[in-house]
């Protein structure tokens, strides 16, 4: 039953008084009504959508929570980039600016819009005839996700524009964010529910916004103001950024109260240093000032570059500082084995998050700032992200605080440490052993140019090390269908197909093993190399570094990384256990005896067979394989369309094989 046309009076009228009363409330914090009344009106309207369900559209006022979750996020390409700004980090650099914008525009002084830098997440609204029909987050500025259900939750956007002169495609920029207030509710949520805090406001917004289910969304203290436009038609705007911003507040978009038209860098000073006073005193979190020309003519006229508009820049706020206490220095692994000193602090609050632990970079840093336990310390946000020891207060050290140390082996599994000369990381040396590493270790091994285990993707390795069923790369090798189907999203049929990739990956050859072990400093073309020269994995394990120095593209660096990598009984027990597993592959014969011995190929251009099989079958003639052309290049295999290493082959006169003549010319010497 349709419903009568005085129901349909009686709802747009609904609609239109319930977006004044949001807009009023959540946008000006100037309520004409009580919660009280607003629920009835809310509640009359929705008693009719409930009569009447083609009474329910994008844009009312009910809807702002009316989706199911959502699957995953849509991708949005926009129509004009949403770039970031370039950044002047102190008065010199923000005077530069001027100096090139006056210059280019010709004049002794520019008008300026200046506005405070939120410290939030950037997105687009696009409006069509007035409506929301669209929202993304900013991406790589190309291409971002469609939070589009997501923004709808938010009070302070509104579904429905209002007032004159509204352009038939309306794109707005703005900045997600969440007050200090109302991440102080989720920290108190977060802490009744037993739940991982949020790190900091801005990282809360993010991840708020990125909820697969809106409902979820609208439970957050989200707002957000907007600070320009992209796509434009049908219709004009100001001559200027801040009657642009006055037009999207009359249209009931929010916009910051207090952006100002200033003359020239003096005006842009004195607006910075009333923010940096003003900052601690805003109810959210800002890092820094932005200028923008405020004519719009003259941001035409100034143009972009690849990264950033010529006419805007960010003056950012020096990193905020507080002095608390060293309590003791951790050593963290990451995922690659680097060994990271961690400074375990006396608790602080440090540009609007507590701060308990902050970084230390390396033993460098360590020993340039002469960082104790106990000493008193200076920590400041490096970015307003990171926290770091910016210093220490030497006058306040303890007598007999010790020095630190790194140590000799791996927290973590035991292993030793090594510290390549010229570098300033330390590095456990257990790659295959280390449980800090297991997960990376694992991924590289299976990975496609390594063992090449078909269906083990990143996502089910970490539910295989997260449910204890591997430790190591050898542990792949008896699972059972039966352990694999009993994982998140996994069937006895993929099951079964991934046991049987497994077991066709025990046959590969010696140099995609070598690579699969994730040696550093041994990519493809060096482990192919090791393979060549040693021809077993046994005689390459007890090479010593004068031996592995003498082989062609391997120096001291990359040798003493070998060495270390067999030198651990943890690594060289990995290999055992594979070889025990069935992993073999053909024997390999030496690579000086090889007929394709000290010849280097170049391939270029689209081949009709998979690159790395034409590489391989070459490889294991003796060739080296390079990446570029030059004049020790033997030969240019090109393929479709070859570009420009085609062009320098024949300028250096070096042979051409097309892909035919490069296959007669392997077949002849097996």
């Known amino acids: 039953m349709s419903a009568p046309e005085s129901v349909h009076r009686r709802a747009r009228e609904l609609h239109e008084q319930l977006h004044e009363h949001n807009y009023r409330y959540y946008t000006k914090d100037d309520p004409l009504i009580s919660d009280a009344e607003y629920d009835e009106l809310l509640r009359e309207l929705q008693?009719?959508?409930?009569?009447?369900?083609?009474?329910?559209?994008?844009?009312?006022?009910?809807?702002?929570?009316g989706a199911a979750p959502l699957k995953g996020f849509g991708e949005v390409r926009h129509a004009v980039r949403m770039l970031s700004l370039a950044n002047a980090m102190a008065d010199d650099e923000l005077a530069s600016f001027d100096q090139r914008v006056c210059r280019e525009l010709e004049t002794d002084e520019v008008e300026y819009a200046a506005e405070p830098k939120l410290d939030g997440l950037a997105v687009s609204l696009l409006y069509q005839d007035g409506r929301l029909v669209r929202a993304a987050t900013r991406g790589d500025g190309e291409t971002g996700e469609d939070i589009t259900q997501n923004i709808r939750t938010l009070n302070s956007v509104p579904l429905m524009l209002a007032g004159k002169g509204i352009p038939a495609t309306l794109e707005v920029r703005g900045e997600v964010y969440i007050s200090h207030a109302g991440f102080k509710e989720l920290l108190q949520q977060a802490e009744a529910s037993g739940k991982k805090p949020p790190v900091n406001p801005r990282n809360a917004a993010a991840g708020s916004l990125r909820q697969l289910d809106p409902a979820i969304t609208a439970q957050r203290p989200l707002e957000m103001f907007c600070y320009g436009i992209g796509k434009v038609t049908g219709g004009s705007l100001a001559a200027t950024h801040t009657g642009t911003l006055d037009r999207l507040e009359d249209w009931r978009l929010p916009v910051y109260g207090d952006i100002e038209s200033v003359a020239g860098i003096d005006g842009c000073r004195d607006y910075f240093n009333r923010y940096e006073q003003l900052r601690d005193d805003l109810p959210f979190d800002i890092d820094g000032v932005v200028f923008k020309v405020n004519r719009l003519d003259q941001q035409e006229r100034m143009g972009f570059t690849q990264r950033a508009p010529s006419w805007a820049i960010a003056r950012k706020f020096p990193a905020e500082e507080r002095e608390t206490m060293v309590l003791g220095i951790d050593i963290q692994v990451g995922r690659t084995g680097a060994l990271t000193p961690v400074a375990r602090l006396k608790q602080v609050f440090v540009g609007g998050v507590t701060v308990t632990n902050a970084t230390l970079h390396n033993e460098d840093e360590i020993r340039r700032k002469d960082v104790r336990v106990g000493d008193h310390v200076i920590v400041r946000r490096a970015g307003d992200v990171i926290p770091e020891v910016a210093r220490v207060v030497i006058e306040k050290r303890n007598r007999g605080a010790a020095k630190f140390h790194m140590p000799m082996h791996c927290p973590v599994c035991g292993s030793q440490v090594t510290r390549a000369e010229g570098e300033a990381v330390t590095r456990c040396s257990g790659g295959l052993f280390c449980p800090?590493?297991?997960?990376?270790?694992?991924?590289?091994?299976?990975?496609?140019?390594?063992?090449d285990i078909e269906g083990l993707g990143d996502k089910l390795v970490e539910q295989l090390v997260d449910a204890t069923l591997i430790d190591d790369v050898s542990d792949l090798y008896r699972l059972t269908v039966d352990e694999i189907a009993g994982l998140d999203r996994m069937a006895e049929k993929s099951a079964a197909?991934?046991?049987?990739?497994?077991?066709?990956?025990?046959?590969?050859?010696?140099?995609?093993?070598?690579?699969?072990?994730?040696?550093?400093g041994v990519g493809e073309a060096?482990?192919?190399?090791?393979?060549?020269?040693?021809?077993?994995?046994?005689?390459?394990?007890?090479?010593?570094i004068e031996t592995l120095e003498t082989i062609h593209d391997i120096g001291p660096v990359v040798a003493q990384h070998i060495i270390d990598f067999f030198g651990e009984q943890h690594n060289r027990d990995v290999i055992g256990k594979l070889r025990e597993a069935g992993v073999s592959w053909p024997a390999v014969e030496n690579r000086r005896t090889q007929p394709l011995a000290d010849k280097t190929f170049v391939l270029t251009g689209a081949l009709s067979m998979p690159r790395t099989e034409l590489k391989e079958k070459l490889q294991a003639l003796g060739a080296k394989v390079s990446g570029s052309v030059s004049k020790k290049t033997d030969y240019v295999v090109v393929g479709e369309n070859p570009g420009s290493k085609h062009d320098k082959a024949l300028k250096l006169g070096v042979t051409v094989l097309d892909e035919a003549e490069c296959l007669e010319l392997i077949a002849g010497m097996i």
């Open 526 to 544: 060096t482990a192919q190399l090791l393979a060549q020269e040693f021809g077993g994995i046994e005689s390459l394990m007890v090479a010593d």
């Open 47 to 65: 008693s009719f959508e409930a009569q009447y369900p083609e009474l329910i559209t994008a844009d009312s006022p009910t809807q702002r929570v």
């Open 436 to 451: 800090a590493q297991r997960k990376e270790a694992i991924k590289h091994f299976a990975s496609r140019r390594a063992m």
């Open 497 to 520: 197909n991934l046991v049987a990739a497994l077991g066709s990956s025990r046959t590969t050859t010696l140099g995609r093993f070598v690579f699969s072990l994730g040696i550093r």
